[in-house]
């Protein structure tokens, strides 16, 4: 327990950022799995509305300081040539 305000308010905040940061990663899941469903599935079409979906997401997720500009980068590319793969097959 704590015995100063500062470790209080301290507290609250890391709680409230635990929810934030859960919300996102939880959220970056659930899009990626999708996008691998439908990629399992051979649904081009689905495959490239939803990259543009995580394009969009992942990179206002750096700017709200969730992901770094690489991190984004990185997991954007790797699913794109998934989706580039599916189509060219």
């Known amino acids: 327990m704590a015995n100063h305000k500062s470790a209080e308010k301290r507290i609250r905040q890391t709680k409230k950022r635990t929810e934030r940061n859960r919300y996102y990663k939880t959220r970056i899941k659930n899009i990626t799995r999708s996008l691998h ?3 399992n599935a051979k649904d081009v079409a689905k495959a490239q509305e ?3 979906q995580i394009n969009k997401a992942f990179h206002s997720y750096v700017s709200k300081g ?3 500009k690489n991190t984004a980068a990185r997991k ?3 699913l ?3 989706v580039k793969k599916l189509a060219n097959a």
């Open 37 to 39: 469903e439908a990629v």
């Open 50 to 52: 939803i990259i543009k």
């Open 66 to 68: 969730i992901l770094s």
């Open 76 to 78: 954007v590319s790797r």
């Open 80 to 82: 794109n040539t998934l």
